[in-house]
């Protein structure tokens, strides 16, 4: 038999290679199983990544037939060729696949495609697409498989008309009506998308708001946005059925006071959240405890769970099912494996929608800060009044920071607006020091830049904006 590993990883996503690569620096023997013929998980292959690439597309498509024109930027016979839309999202998804390969081979780190199961607290049996099994040994092993979207009883996925993320990423035409089923962050980014290539777009959600986890006030500002830019919503609406014939549907609905609803669509996106993917991995064979309904699985502080030669991160465990969460969880095991203080800040990981605006938060919400009881302040700032904005012809949303009100750290910021996803990191730096707002005020941003808008947001906690 080979030697054994320090370290095999199960899944490839953002947390467990970047768990292989950092363990592997750390001067460990590690090997990475995955499922895929590729490496880099839901994320790279059907989720973050290319999503991203047909939000830029489309938003492209969306700027030249509406706004170009205001720039004094002709455009004639616009087009719009969606299987070269699609075909350059998957060389953008190859191109960082590929990188991670690369990646691994730097780093000296082992990969076998196939599906992995744990046979023992320290053997897992890897089966690949042919059918041929072979058995790894390790000191340890880690789980970090992902998850998978939730499939509905009443409106299971068939692939073609009844979708999830990952058929909605390929689209081999603009559908005529789309139906988004769930108004969280995938159903809008991908109900984004479709809206700017020309579908109609609705959404129906259960509870009473869009983006339920998010600052109400922004959530709100978001919410009418994407109404302007022609969304249907159907709040506090529930689907009960649907009926499918000839790649249509006509999906049933009934609304809080119990008036029936029918939309007729070509394509339903259900996209009603995520669940841990543990199946067929053999956790009851080994006695590793999960959530039978979630598949969530307890750890502790050091990401081991019940069976002290397996842990497990990222979206199996308990917290957002972000990547970004799952690299840092992946880098705090490696190192804590390797006798180093590996730790994760859980109240400074930031969240994003990528819609345009975008919007970006960190902290507490401002309702959270109410339920705690914390006496608090709020400055906010306007992109209207910001002049890169003015410039770029993007002046829609805010910034907003709440902050202590004895001590100026701050509790939270929240952002809608453009590029609010690379000034979130910003706020997040910000509270990772325990900083205040005085700090972000007294910080010099360059001019004329979005981020001012930040800074004039922590000088109007004080109320001190210059320019509002």
């Known amino acids: 038999m080979a030697e054994p590993y320090d370290l095999i990883v199960i899944g490839a996503g ?13 001067a460990m023997k590690v090997a990475c199983v995955e499922k895929r013929p590729s490496l880099g998980g839901t994320c790279l292959n059907v989720g ?14 969306h700027l030249a037939k509406e706004r170009f024109g205001k720039h004094g930027i002709q455009v004639g016979n616009l087009g719009l060729d969606v299987p070269k839309m699609i075909a350059r999202k998957e060389e953008v998804v190859r191109g960082l696949t590929t990188g ?15 599906f992995g199961r744990i046979t023992s607290p320290t053997t897992v049996q890897v089966k690949n697409a042919e059918g041929q099994e072979r058995s790894l040994e390790a000191k340890h092993i880690l789980i970090a498989t992902g998850s998978e979207p939730i499939e509905l009883p009443f409106l299971k996925f068939d692939g073609q008309t009844v979708v999830s993320s990952t058929e909605a990423l390929c689209f081999e035409k603009v559908p005529e009506h789309l139906l988004v089923v769930g108004a969280g962050y ?25 983006v339920p986890m998010a600052d109400l006030e922004v959530g709100a500002l978001l919410f009418k946005s994407l109404q302007r830019q022609g969304m249907e919503f159907h709040l506090e609406t529930k689907v009960t059925g649907a009926d499918l014939k000839d790649a249509k549907a006509v999906v049933r609905t009934e609304t809080k006071d119990g008036k029936a609803l029918d939309f007729p669509c070509d394509k339903v996106l259900v996209s009603v959240g995520r669940r841990a993917f543990v199946d067929g991995l053999g956790l ?3 006695g590793v405890a999960y959530e039978k309904k979630t598949g969530k699985v307890p750890v502790d502080a050091h990401f081991r769970t019940n069976v002290p030669t397996i842990s497990a991160i990222g979206d199996v465990i308990a917290g957002p099912m972000l990547a970004h969460k799952a690299e840092e969880e992946g880098v705090a095991f490696a190192e804590a494996l390797a006798g180093k203080a590996g730790h994760v800040n859980y109240e400074t990981i930031p969240s994003v ?6 919007m970006a938060s960190v902290g507490l919400t401002e309702e959270q800060v109410k339920e705690q009881g914390t006496a608090y302040k709020v400055g906010k700032f306007p992109f209207l009044a910001n002049g890169r904005a003015k410039a770029m012809d993007e002046t829609e949303g805010l910034v907003k920071i709440i902050a202590d009100a004895k001590s100026d750290r701050v509790l939270g910021v ?7 996803s690379d000034m979130i990191a910003e706020a997040v730096a910000t509270m990772e020091y325990s900083g205040s707002a005085e700090d972000i005020a007294r910080t010099c ?7 001012e808008a930040v800074k004039e947001a922590a000088l109007a906690v004080d109320g001190r904006a210059i320019h509002l």
């Not at 973050?48 to 498509?61: G, N, R, T, V």
């Not at 929240?414 to 609010?420: D, K, N, S, T, Y």
């Open 48 to 61: 973050c990544i290319p999503s991203k690439a047909l939000l830029d597309s489309s938003e492209l498509y």
């Open 284 to 286: 009851d064979e080994v």
């Open 414 to 420: 929240h952002i809608i607006g453009p590029r609010a």
């Open 14 to 26: 953002p947390g467990g290679y970047v768990a292989a690569i950092r363990a592997a620096q750390l």
């Open 186 to 210: 995938i159903g809008l980014e991908l109900g984004s998308v479709w809206k700017r290539l020309g579908s109609r777009v609705s959404v129906v959600e259960f509870l009473p708001r869009i």
């Open 445 to 451: 941003h360059a001019h004329p830049t979005l981020s």
């Open 100 to 114: 991670i390969r690369g990646l691994f081979k730097k780093n000296k780190v082992d990969s076998h495609f196939g």
């Open 353 to 358: 929608i990528y819609t345009w605006p975008e």
